[in-house]
């Protein structure tokens, strides 16, 4: 079954440090997304991002975040200056369809890099 | 979107049917109803869909009445390995960009 590979898995980073999450999403896929999750709460969406660009993003998805998909394989985010409170799970997700009628609407997320502020 | 309603949390032993209802009441009528499945320090897995009736496959089915309304998430004899929260989703035509989890239903499962 395909996957989505996130690395690393964990990261642990000085507040104020900028760090990157890497994800390859699945190879036909069209759709890539973030999502985050702060211990014991939601899974948070954080942006969506289609042909080379970002196609929403949620108020979380402030100046020091960004994403890139440089090579079309690798999709990344970004986090320019961390602060204690980005510590969170951060888990990439890809779908090859958005079409409400398409039969397999589901995305595939991957399992997570959990991302410690220090 | 569609706001969803299901239990904060659930119980069950192994070897138990469990059913997790959500209910969905402004679903619109393009709207598919969706379930994942999260265990600890994972992604979310998508687990099932259907637009109406009952839908089958090798890990659960759901069961959609007439109205749409509300969609009922059956695992068959369930097991330890079951225990994770599971999350009912009615993403919403208009917002085909992303997909917005709500706290989802803790299922605890007991030897």
């Known amino acids: 079954e395909p996957e989505v590979t996130q690395t690393p898995s964990h990261q642990v980073t000085q507040m104020g440090q900028e760090v990157i999450l890497r994800c390859v999403p699945i190879?036909?896929?069209?759709?890539f997304y973030w999502y985050r999750q702060i211990l014991g709460q939601k899974v948070e969406f954080l942006v969506s991002f289609y042909n080379n660009e970002i196609s929403e993003k949620s108020e979380i998805f402030d100046d020091q975040f960004s994403v890139e998909r440089p090579d079309g394989s690798n999709f990344t985010l970004k986090i320019r200056s961390t602060k204690l409170e980005d510590s969170a799970m951060y888990f990439c997700?890809?779908?090859?369809?958005?079409?409400?009628?398409?039969?397999?609407?589901?995305?595939?997320f991957g399992s997570g890099t959990r991302l410690t502020v220090v | 979107l569609a706001k969803t309603t299901q239990p904060i949390s659930m119980d069950s032993y192994e070897g138990q049917e469990v059913n997790i209802t959500c209910s969905h009441n402004?679903?619109?009528?393009?709207?598919?109803i969706t379930w994942y499945q999260q265990f600890p320090s994972q992604g979310p897995r998508f687990i099932i869909q259907g637009y109406k009736t009952k839908v089958t496959n090798e890990v659960a089915s759901l069961f959609i009445p007439a109205d749409r309304k509300s969609s009922t998430l059956s695992l068959p004899r369930v097991s330890l390995s079951d225990t994770a929260v599971y999350y009912c989703?009615?993403?919403?035509?208009?917002?085909?960009?992303?997909?917005?989890f709500g706290s989802g239903t803790r299922l605890s499962i007991r030897p």
């Open positions: 190879s036909n896929h069209l759709y």
């Open positions: 402004n679903i619109a009528t393009n709207d598919y």
């Open positions: 997700a890809s779908s090859i369809s958005r079409d409400r009628d398409f039969e397999n609407y589901g995305y595939t």
């Open positions: 989703l009615v993403p919403g035509y208009s917002s085909a960009s992303k997909i917005i």
